[in-house]
């Protein structure tokens, strides 16, 4: 085919035009010649050529495509029955559009997190490097690195081509102007190389870097540089006081640049000293690029080897075989996304099931439509319109709605994209990189062209099928249209169902978490900071905890403060969870294998500060502390566990495993804590006095989290000592909301799709029984007449709604039923089955659709027969 | 496309009408009316045609490239548009002129017996 000779027919029939006047004027000068008269001669030309018309429609049509030619057609054609049927039009465009606009929206962010490859290159290579490890019985993925174990692998791990480890942090940044607290990422040498991403300007870090002598250098972030230096390059070079210690800037990263899920203004040089990898805390995360052709299990097996000699040389072999760590590799796209992917695919299917809702009730309103088109399309079909050709128009008529809503479905989704990206809900990773591109445009075709097909062929199947059109006239409504009808509602009330339990399931797993005693109090007012005290800095230990008691008596004084105290890790932290076997004096036996429990070492305050109650006993004393006393205190699961009541628990001995561990007398039991998150049991736990390098301190303040809040706490803690790196500068509220943010996410989403398929549904009940009204009007004059009682009428449209609705309902419960254990990895506290959320649906659902079958009941029984009979 | 039908060729063998266009058009290029009334004159009238179903043939021939279009003037100085033969087209003429031939051969050969039955 020839589309240049199609795209200019036009310009080829008026030079075809042009061409047959020549002759008609060249012939007739002829005959002229020859003595004829000039009106006789031209007629005689004319004569000679024949039909013009036929001939440039002949030479047109060999131009032409016939089939995209009648296509357009039908396109216009359907575009001036959508323009001239306003009321039809916009309620179709408009849940078209909802429809798919809602569905292009959760594509987008479902291609954007999980489709996508990560925004760095040759990423399929790239894997956050973690250990596998148990706590009483419990196996946790995703526990972290130590220094001494980076410097293992990084020494002696075949199947890296980079590795590096980071970890976030704050820095306050003085000299120029107020102080400022930025977000940090401390990184070693080896994460920008594995990224891949190179520095905008300027360079990455190098060895020399990252070693404790040399001087301290920072790169800073597209969009702080921009900020403090305006874009300069001259910043390179600089230098800038951060901690109270002078960097020289060496580069900026790229506009854009992320570090899997953070976005920091600095990255700074992780300097582990060369010896002594003390605190040697699981609190880094690893990053690596694989070689080429290494698999995840192979760089596994490989890591396993070099934990082993690791834990050889280093003496930490005990632990290494009790928590049994294990190297835990996975792509780094898991690390990205988390689990964020369930959550999605719930929400496809739920606005999956939006659609076809959609579908339906757009596929009535064609319905309708086509039935009162019914006379039209006998007409035309005896004045020789062949079926195919009727069909045709109507399917591209669907098309065209279809393609329309479609495009201002696309819109819509825009929209709400925009809306989302700057609500910037916390559930989702790679929020940023979420837009709309060309696989969700293919995607938003494919809805629409689909969409279209599923209603366009119901009405095609109602309206054109052959032998169906030889009623002219009298083209009242049979059975079969209103069964199509019926189907359709019945299926809609259905589907609604389904939509409304799966967002009552979630409303109650909101609630059920909210309800939740976390183990703390108002978590929004402890502000946290981690503090890891190096051995270069104290080689001491004795003096470590003098230093972090000192830290913790200024924090203690700042106004605003009511409690403070630090332990090896809080709440929800799970990088600090730690495990021990514990035994229990008089209740395990020294050949059994004692439990291993959960651990924290805390200080005196740590528990106030928190916000967790003493059951019994009393909280560590400094003087605990610092004499090294014997003493311990268990949570209340622990102590009912062993010794039925918390108080009788008060004077009871335990220790760590182990011949030699001295016994630990309980002094007091603290209120159980979730530990691992709100919607997991919480552990039982032990709690030692505090020790260790290592120690996140918790502030009660209602200042947390201000900025003046923090950069008094930084100067209090550098106050202490300026060397003192700040990491996990957050509130606990920050750690607590986000293990809720999930849950609260596809609560708002689910319920939005549940509220759209409720309003669907009772535009789809009123839709049709308005119309089986408007249908029956002759029949009910008739009874009305005959002195039929309106009531009665009433009560025969309204008992027409309630059926169906029943019908539907009754589909619509044993779907949900099949449907809601899919659903049931993102509940809390409500079984997949609960009967409360099923019955409210229900009666939900039921009453809004008496609501929608009334008002047209009550139009019925309000007719007057003898205008209505006289209308026919 | 039945309901089509021009007098030459619903009268004439396929493809005769390409022929004799190409046939004309050796002589030099020509514009449609040209080309009609040479036909025409050169059957010696035996050939009536619709002048105007020349023009989708010029088309048909035009698209298959066995002839070009221009736009030149004509002898009384208006625009007109002209045809010249293509070496492809001239190509088709030898090989249909052949087979056409061929074709009047054959027909004679049978034709000739029933002429002399009569006789």
Request: hydrophobic share 45%; proline share 5%; charged share 20%.
């Amino acid at each position: 085919m020839n589309w240049r000779r199609f795209f200019h027919r036009d310009e080829g029939d008026a030079e075809q035009s042009d061409e047959l006047d020549f002759y008609v004027d060249a012939t007739t000068e002829e005959y002229i010649a020859r003595g004829m008269g000039p009106t006789e001669a031209r007629a005689a030309a004319r004569r000679m050529l024949g039909n013009t018309t036929r001939i440039r429609e002949e030479v047109y049509r060999m131009n032409t495509l016939v089939l995209v030619e009648s296509l357009i057609r039908d396109v216009r054609h359907a575009v001036r029955m959508i323009r001239t049927k306003p009321g039809f039009s916009v309620a179709a465009l408009l849940s078209l559009a909802l429809g798919i606009g809602a569905n292009i929206a959760i594509f987008s962010v479902l291609n954007a997190v999980l489709i996508r490859p990560l925004p760095y290159p040759g990423s399929d290579a790239l894997v956050g490097v973690f250990n596998r490890l148990a706590i009483q019985g419990q196996v946790f993925e995703d526990a972290e690195l130590s220094p001494s174990m980076y410097a293992a692998g990084k020494e002696s791990a075949k199947a890296f081509e980079s590795f590096g480890v980071w970890i976030p942090g704050a820095a306050t940044v003085t000299g120029t102007g107020d102080p400022e607290q930025l977000v940090t990422v401390t990184a070693t040498q080896g994460v920008l190389p594995t990224l891949g991403v190179s520095a905008y300007i300027g360079r990455w870090f190098s060895n020399e870097d990252d070693t404790p002598s040399s001087p301290q250098t920072v790169i800073l972030s597209y969009g702080y540089w921009q900020r403090k230096f305006g874009g300069d390059r001259e910043a390179l070079g600089r230098t800038m006081v951060i901690d109270f210690v002078p960097h020289q800037v060496i580069g900026v990263m790229p506009r854009n640049f992320r570090l899997v899920n953070f976005a920091p203004d600095l990255l700074l040089p992780q300097r582990f000293a060369r010896s002594g990898l003390t605190p040697d805390e699981l609190s880094y995360t690893g990053i690596a690029r694989l070689k080429p052709g290494v698999t995840i299990a192979m760089a596994n097996q490989d890591l396993t080897r070099v934990w082993e000699s690791w834990a050889e040389s280093n003496g930490a072999g005990k632990m290494l075989s009790m928590l049994q760590i294990r190297p835990n590799l996975r792509p780094l796209k898991k690390d990205v996304v988390g689990d964020v992917g369930s959550v999605l695919s719930v929400l496809m299917g739920a606005l999956g099931l939006v659609l076809l809702l959609v579908c339906a009730n757009v596929a009535n309103l064609v319905l309708v439509r086509a039935q009162s088109r019914r006379q039209e399309f006998a007409i035309r079909a005896a004045l020789g319109a062949g079926w195919g050709r009727i069909a045709r128009e109507l399917l591209v008529e669907s098309l065209t709605l279809g393609v329309v809503g479609g495009s201002l479905g696309v819109a819509l989704a825009y929209l709400g994209l925009r809306l989302l990206v700057t609500q910037g809900p916390a559930a989702l990773p790679r929020l940023e990189e979420i837009s709309i591109d060309g696989t969700t445009l293919v995607f938003a075709l494919l809805c629409s062209l689909g969409a279209s097909l599923l209603f366009g062929l119901g009405a095609v199947l109602r309206s054109g099928i052959p032998g169906r059109m030889q009623s002219a006239r009298g083209a009242t409504q049979g059975t079969q249209q209103l069964r199509a009808q019926n189907a359709l509602v019945i299926a809609q009330v259905a589907l609604a169902f389904v939509l409304l339990v799966a967002s009552g399931l979630m409303i109650r797993s909101f609630f059920a978490l909210r309800a939740v005693t976390p183990g703390f109090t108002h978590s929004e007012w402890i502000q946290t900071v981690r503090i890891a005290i190096p051995e270069a800095l104290i080689p001491d230990s004795e003096r470590v905890i003098r230093m972090q008691s000192e830290i913790l008596s200024r924090l203690s004084v700042i106004p605003g403060v009511t409690a403070a105290g630090f332990a090896s890790g809080l709440p929800m932290e799970s990088e600090y969870r730690n495990g021990v076997l514990i035994d229990v004096e008089g209740k395990t036996s020294v050949d059994q294998m004692s439990p291993n429990r959960a651990v924290k070492r805390i200080s005196p305050g740590l528990l106030a500060a928190q916000g967790t109650r003493l059951v019994a006993g009393r909280d560590f004393t400094w003087d605990d502390v610092l004499g090294h006393r014997g003493v311990a205190l268990v949570s209340e699961n622990m102590a009912r566990e062993n010794w039925g009541e918390p108080a009788s628990a008060i004077g009871k001995r335990i220790r760590q495993r182990g011949k030699d561990s001295p016994w630990l007398e309980v002094v007091g039991v603290a209120e159980n804590v979730r530990a691992d998150g709100v919607n997991l049991p919480a552990p039982a736990m032990v709690y030692f006095r505090a020790g260790g390098r290592g120690a996140t301190f918790a502030i009660r303040s209602e200042r947390a989290g201000t900025e003046a809040f923090l950069r008094e706490v930084a100067a209090a803690i550098h106050a202490v000592n300026p060397g003192l790196p700040l990491a996990k500068v957050r509130t606990l509220n920050d750690v607590y909301r986000r293990s809720m943010a999930r849950t609260s996410f596809t609560l708002v989403l689910l319920g939005i799709a549940g509220a759209m398929a409720l309003i669907l549904a009772v535009v789809g009940v009123y839709g049709v029984l308005a119309y089986a009204v408007g249908q029956r009007r002759r029949e009910v004059s008739i009874r009305l007449a005959l002195g039929a009682e309106p009531r009665a009428l009433t009560w025969l449209f309204v008992r027409k709604g309630l059926t169906l609705n029943f019908a539907g309902g009754m589909i619509g419960l044993l779907l949900a039923g099949g449907l809601s254990r899919w659903i049931s990895a993102l509940l809390f506290g409500v079984a997949p089955l609960d009967p409360l959320t099923y019955i409210v649906s229900g009666t939900l659902i039921g009453v809004a659709a008496l609501a929608a079958s009334y008002i047209p009941a009550r139009k019925a029984a309000s007719v007057d027969p003898m205008e209505t009979l006289r209308g026919e | 496309m039945p309901k089509r039908h021009s007098p030459l060729q619903s009268e004439m063998v396929q493809g005769t009408l390409d022929m004799l266009i190409l046939q004309t058009l050796i002589l030099g290029a020509a514009h449609g009316q040209t080309i009609a009334h040479a036909i025409e004159r050169g059957s010696e009238e035996v050939l009536q045609v619709e002048h105007g179903s020349l023009y989708p043939a010029l088309h048909r021939l035009k698209n298959r490239g066995w002839i070009a279009a221009f736009w030149g003037t004509s002898e009384n100085n208006r625009k007109a548009r002209y045809y010249r033969l293509t070496p492809e087209g001239k190509r088709q003429l030898v090989a249909q002129t052949s087979r056409w031939e061929q074709l009047v051969r054959a027909i004679g050969r049978i034709l000739k017996p029933v002429k002399e039955a009569e006789g």
